[in-house]
Protein backbone atom coordinates (compact mmCIF):
# COMPACT_ATOMS: atom_id res chain seq x y z
CA UNK A 1 0.00 0.00 0.00
CA UNK A 2 2.57 2.62 0.85
CA UNK A 3 4.59 1.48 -2.42
CA UNK A 4 1.30 2.49 -4.64
CA UNK A 5 1.12 5.33 -2.43
CA UNK A 6 4.63 6.90 -3.22
CA UNK A 7 4.30 5.62 -6.98
CA UNK A 8 0.99 7.75 -6.99
CA UNK A 9 3.01 10.70 -5.25
CA UNK A 10 6.17 10.23 -7.61
CA UNK A 11 3.86 10.07 -10.83
CA UNK A 12 1.88 12.86 -9.61
CA UNK A 13 4.81 14.95 -8.88
CA UNK A 14 5.81 14.90 -12.20
CA UNK A 15 3.18 15.63 -13.75
CA UNK A 16 3.54 18.86 -11.85
CA UNK A 17 6.65 19.93 -12.85
CA UNK A 18 5.97 18.88 -17.05
CA UNK A 19 3.08 20.86 -16.49
CA UNK A 20 5.07 23.81 -15.06
CA UNK A 21 7.87 23.21 -17.49
CA UNK A 22 5.12 23.32 -20.53
CA UNK A 23 3.75 26.60 -18.46
CA UNK A 24 7.43 28.11 -18.46
CA UNK A 25 8.20 27.52 -21.79
CA UNK A 26 4.79 29.48 -22.76
CA UNK A 27 5.59 32.33 -21.17
CA UNK A 28 9.16 32.04 -22.42
CA UNK A 29 7.29 32.21 -26.27
CA UNK A 30 5.15 34.78 -24.86
CA UNK A 31 8.16 36.80 -23.89
CA UNK A 32 9.84 36.56 -27.65
CA UNK A 33 6.25 37.23 -29.49
CA UNK A 34 6.66 40.33 -27.57
CA UNK A 35 10.23 41.18 -28.28
CA UNK A 36 9.38 40.62 -32.03
CA UNK A 37 6.75 42.65 -31.93
CA UNK A 38 8.53 45.97 -30.44
CA UNK A 39 11.19 45.15 -32.39
CA UNK A 40 9.21 45.18 -35.82
CA UNK A 41 9.10 48.95 -36.82
CA UNK A 42 12.81 48.81 -36.94
CA UNK A 43 13.57 45.92 -39.34
CA UNK A 44 11.05 47.50 -41.53
CA UNK A 45 12.46 50.34 -41.24
CA UNK A 46 16.44 48.57 -41.85
CA UNK A 47 14.61 46.56 -44.86
CA UNK A 48 13.06 49.85 -46.36
CA UNK A 49 17.21 51.35 -46.33
CA UNK A 50 18.18 47.97 -47.70
CA UNK A 51 20.24 47.45 -44.57
CA UNK A 52 19.14 44.31 -43.63
CA UNK A 53 17.02 41.40 -46.11
CA UNK A 54 15.11 38.33 -45.46
CA UNK A 55 17.64 35.02 -46.35
CA UNK A 56 16.45 31.54 -47.56
CA UNK A 57 16.50 30.00 -43.75
CA UNK A 58 14.07 32.41 -42.42
CA UNK A 59 16.53 35.00 -40.76
CA UNK A 60 17.78 38.66 -41.49
CA UNK A 61 21.10 39.15 -42.58
CA UNK A 62 23.19 42.34 -42.63
CA UNK A 63 23.20 43.55 -46.30
CA UNK A 64 25.23 47.32 -45.05
CA UNK A 65 27.76 48.10 -42.16
CA UNK A 66 25.46 49.79 -39.46
CA UNK A 67 26.27 48.30 -36.04
CA UNK A 68 22.55 49.81 -35.32
CA UNK A 69 20.71 47.35 -37.41
CA UNK A 70 23.41 44.48 -36.46
CA UNK A 71 21.87 44.65 -32.69
CA UNK A 72 18.29 44.44 -34.10
CA UNK A 73 19.81 41.44 -36.41
CA UNK A 74 21.03 39.40 -33.27
CA UNK A 75 18.12 39.98 -31.29
CA UNK A 76 15.69 38.78 -34.56
CA UNK A 77 17.72 35.98 -35.11
CA UNK A 78 17.79 34.67 -31.46
CA UNK A 79 14.22 35.06 -31.01
CA UNK A 80 13.38 33.45 -34.46
CA UNK A 81 15.79 30.79 -33.77
CA UNK A 82 13.50 30.29 -30.03
CA UNK A 83 10.15 29.59 -32.13
CA UNK A 84 11.45 27.54 -35.29
CA UNK A 85 12.92 25.38 -32.55
CA UNK A 86 9.58 25.00 -30.49
CA UNK A 87 7.51 24.76 -33.78
CA UNK A 88 9.81 21.70 -34.73
CA UNK A 89 9.57 19.80 -31.09
CA UNK A 90 5.75 20.42 -31.90
CA UNK A 91 5.76 19.63 -35.86
CA UNK A 92 8.29 16.55 -35.11
CA UNK A 93 10.85 18.94 -37.97
CA UNK A 94 13.88 20.65 -37.51
CA UNK A 95 14.15 24.07 -36.69
CA UNK A 96 15.94 24.52 -40.20
CA UNK A 97 13.14 23.23 -41.80
CA UNK A 98 10.81 25.52 -39.87
CA UNK A 99 12.85 27.80 -41.16
CA UNK A 100 13.07 27.89 -44.53
CA UNK A 101 9.01 27.44 -44.94
CA UNK A 102 8.95 30.27 -42.86
CA UNK A 103 11.36 32.60 -45.45
CA UNK A 104 9.13 31.20 -48.12
CA UNK A 105 6.16 32.84 -46.32
CA UNK A 106 7.98 36.13 -45.26
CA UNK A 107 9.23 35.97 -49.01
CA UNK A 108 5.68 36.44 -50.49
CA UNK A 109 4.45 38.88 -48.05
CA UNK A 110 7.39 41.28 -48.19
CA UNK A 111 6.95 44.58 -49.48
CA UNK A 112 8.55 45.77 -53.07
CA UNK A 113 12.52 46.87 -52.43
CA UNK A 114 12.65 44.49 -49.51
CA UNK A 115 15.86 42.28 -49.70
CA UNK A 116 15.37 38.24 -50.50
CA UNK A 117 17.39 35.48 -50.89
CA UNK A 118 16.27 32.77 -53.34
CA UNK A 119 17.06 28.90 -52.62
CA UNK A 120 20.25 29.00 -54.59
CA UNK A 121 21.84 31.94 -52.07
CA UNK A 122 21.16 34.57 -54.65
CA UNK A 123 20.12 38.14 -53.40
CA UNK A 124 17.52 39.80 -55.11
CA UNK A 125 14.94 42.87 -54.36
CA UNK A 126 11.70 42.31 -54.66
Known amino acids: MKIS ?20 HAQDLG ?52 VYAALAKQTGGTADQVGRVRAKQIAAGSAAGVWLQREDGSWYKK
Open 5 to 24: FLRLLVLSAALRLGVASVTL
Open 31 to 82: AVKGRMAQRLSKLDAFKAQGLIGENNRGFVDLRGGDTAAGDVVAGENRDRGE
